[in-house]
């Protein structure tokens, strides 16, 4: 079982910056594919971006590329999602995602961490 605990939420006003982390625990991360999702209110849930076991390869929606990165540290168990220049729209719930496969995305995610609130004023 592997767990997945999100932080760095909060609230920004639009054009400011914040960075999320998920920090994973109880069993090996190297090998496990990492995402982001996210969930307005009333709203489906919607992919962001996933990153490679080894970090080469990243997959990221079409309203986020060039604003938002996800990088990983292995060595500290973590995935960060770095998010710029926030929109009102970016307002929702994210959830860090991991899977066993290769593949960036995924029919569904093995694992998925508690949420957390990123509200971007205007």
């Known amino acids: 079982q592997v767990q997945l605990v999100e932080s760095g939420g909060g609230l920004v006003q639009a054009g400011g910056s914040l960075r999320l982390s998920c920090a994973a625990s109880g069993r090996t991360f190297s090998s496990y594919t990492m995402g982001w999702f996210r969930q307005a209110p009333d709203k489906e849930r919607e992919f962001v971006a996933s990153i490679s076991w080894f970090g080469g390869n990243t997959y990221y929606t079409d309203s986020v590329k060039g604003r938002f990165t996800i990088s990983r540290d292995n060595a500290k168990n973590t995935v960060y999602l770095q998010m710029n220049s926030l929109k009102p729209e970016d307002t929702a719930v994210y959830y860090c995602?991991?899977?066993?496969?290769?593949?960036?995305?995924?029919?569904?995610?093995?694992?998925w961490g508690q949420g957390t609130q990123v509200t971007v004023s205007s």
């Open positions: 995602v991991a899977n066993s496969g290769s593949i960036l995305r995924p029919l569904q995610w093995d694992y």
